[in-house]
């Protein structure tokens, strides 16, 4: 599936990964929100950990050139330190309804949130980001 990505984090426009993995292969980027998860401070990075009736976690919705698809997937799943089926992954990535800013659409994206021991974590140690909004970090 080429579904879009949404990211909230270091991948965001104006962010450190932005230029080295996104910069000339998107064809869109455009604010939205993920109902249902909480923003966590990692160590220089976010965690998004999904809550069921928790907060929103505000980000892009990106959507990447078709011919630097399959490329930007692998890239991003290695820089996410997600391998399908690993325990040891630090995020998952899941498909998940993210809100359009622009228009209100739910669009269905790929969204790496921590995995389930990191979540535990962060859950039980963590520090939340107010307003799920990780430029607003303090």
Do not use: C
Request: no cysteine; glycine share 12%.
């Amino acid at each position: 599936m080429t579904l879009p990505f949404f990211v909230y984090g270091t991948l965001r426009p104006g962010e450190v990964n932005h230029d080295l993995f996104l910069r000339g292969r998107t064809r869109s980027e455009v604010p939205g929100r993920l109902s249902g998860a909480m923003l966590y401070e990692g160590p220089g990075y976010p965690y998004a950990v999904e809550e069921p009736g928790g907060g929103v976690v505000r980000g892009e919705l990106v959507t990447a050139r078709p011919q630097a698809y399959a490329e930007l997937l692998a890239e991003l799943d290695r820089l996410e330190e997600y391998v399908p089926g690993d325990p040891r992954s630090l995020y998952e990535r899941v498909e998940r309804k993210v809100v359009r800013d622009t228009d209100g659409a739910a669009v269905r994206a790929w969204v790496y949130v921590a995995a389930p021991a990191v979540a535990a974590r962060l859950r039980t140690r963590g520090r939340p980001i107010a307003g799920g909004e990780w430029r607003a970090r303090g």
